[in-house]
């Protein structure tokens, strides 16, 4: 099935807006009810990698499900998505992160539209950032090239597992960054720091089409001979 670009941006905006609203919910849930900041990471992490899940299955279909400027950076450079499509994909995705943030502000009750405080910066951050989106690319190549009809649960756990084994808990995702920006949460970020992420992002993004371009072409293709 086929369906018109009007409908593939209200699926990547709604994606991204529930994705954001799930990740910036949960974090206000979790840290309403601990102190324990492992624990509430956790409270974080579960419910953001089973909603990808969700997300990608029933959106999928429709525009792809990328929900992420970077997923769709990757096409583009693939020639897998034109660049009109691409560009008209990440307005969306920033557009549903920043609604993502504000419904679940309204969720608890919380100023609609906040500023961050939370400090995430420097060195290891950035390079966390660049592992997990590289990490992710690459993962949903390969997934697309092996097993499709996975996809949903290789995104899903990778999201799980990277929240933990990067230092920056994984954004992987400038839209999620920027809806980020504009809530002093848990899940928050400082808006002076989105810059840093998003180029992180973007060469993670790049650096995994460049290996898995390479890697996930059979040896009996022409192009490496």
């Known amino acids: 099935m086929i369906y018109s670009l009007p409908r593939r941006l209200t699926a990547e905006a709604l994606g991204t807006a529930l994705l954001v609203a799930t990740v910036v919910g949960s974090g206000i849930m979790a840290d309403s009810l601990t102190d324990d ?3 509430a990471l956790l409270g974080n992490t579960l419910p953001t990698g089973a909603i990808l ?8 279909p429709i525009s792809g499900a990328h929900f992420n400027p970077a997923v769709t950076l990757a096409f ?9 499509d691409a560009l008209a994909y990440i307005l969306a995705q920033i557009a549903g992160g920043l609604a993502g ?5 309204a969720m608890f009750d919380l100023d609609l539209i906040q500023i961050s405080q939370t400090a995430r910066t420097g060195g290891p951050q950035w390079i966390a ?6 990490g992710l690319v690459g993962t949903i190549l390969a997934g697309v090239r092996f097993r499709a009809d996975a996809v949903p649960w290789l995104v899903g756990l990778y999201i ?4 933990w ?3 920056s808990t994984s954004f992987a ?5 920027i809806g980020r920006a504009i809530s002093d949460t848990f899940a928050g970020i400082r808006p002076d720091d989105v810059p840093g992420f998003i180029l992180a992002q973007i060469i993670g993004s790049v650096l995994a089409v460049l290996l898995f371009g390479w890697l996930l072409r059979p040896d009996t293709d022409p192009q490496d001979s």
Not at 101 to 105: E, K, L, M, Q, R
Not at 173 to 177: E, I, K, S, Y
């Open 37 to 39: 900041v492992a624990l």
């Open 53 to 60: 899940v969700v997300l990608i299955s029933i959106l999928g």
């Open 76 to 84: 583009a450079i693939r020639r897998e998505a034109p660049v009109s």
């Open 101 to 105: 943030s504000i419904v679940a502000h």
């Open 129 to 134: 950032e660049i592992v997990a989106t590289f």
């Open 160 to 163: 799980t597992a990277a929240y």
């Open 165 to 167: 084994f990067t230092a």
């Open 173 to 177: 995702n400038p839209a999620v960054a």
